[in-house]
């Protein structure tokens, strides 16, 4: 017996482990996607929630100012109104917007500079910016109707 046929065929060795970086840093690249999506969908639930609450701020406000309006249940009165009820959510929905956009974009901005990479844009914080900004217009309408 020779010391070549005992020898595994050429289809069973094991491939080469490639020298180069390229597959650490490609997993690292994906990590960070996977962690930019996580913050995306975290300020995504924000979203929802702070639109919950100006939505139900404006909902309450509106609904008293109707009943009120129509003479419907007569004269009740309470230790806050409805419109301080409804601008109180109102005012809740837009800061907590605000206060997780500002920390969604400082975690992000951190995630890539220690990288060295510009992080890409987020719709995300394009939409939270644009429902702030709904928020305000509403705030402002129940402010100045008495």
């Not at 994906?30 to 996580?38: G, I, S």
């Not at 913050?39 to 009943?67: C, D, H, N, P, V």
């Not at 809740?92 to 206060?99: D, F, Q, W, Y």
Request: hydrophobic share 45%.
């Amino acid at each position: 017996m020779t010391a070549g046929a005992t020898d595994p065929p050429a289809s069973f060795a094991p491939e080469p482990v490639p020298r180069s970086t390229s597959l650490a840093e490609e997993r690292t690249r994906l990590a960070l996607d996977r962690t930019r999506l996580a913050l995306e969908r975290t300020l995504m639930a924000w979203i929802r929630t702070a639109t919950s609450l100006i939505t139900f701020g404006f909902t309450i406000y509106k609904a008293f100012q109707f009943l009120q309006d129509n003479q419907i249940g007569g004269v009740i009165h309470r230790r806050i109104s409805p419109r301080e009820f409804g601008m109180t959510m109102i005012v809740l929905g837009i800061g907590a917007l605000t206060l997780a956009t500002l920390q969604h974009q400082k975690e992000v901005r951190e995630l890539y500079r220690n990288r060295g990479w510009t992080p890409p844009g987020s719709v995300a914080g394009l939409v939270a910016t644009v429902i702030s900004f709904l928020g305000i217009v509403v705030l402002i309408i129940v402010f100045l109707r008495q």
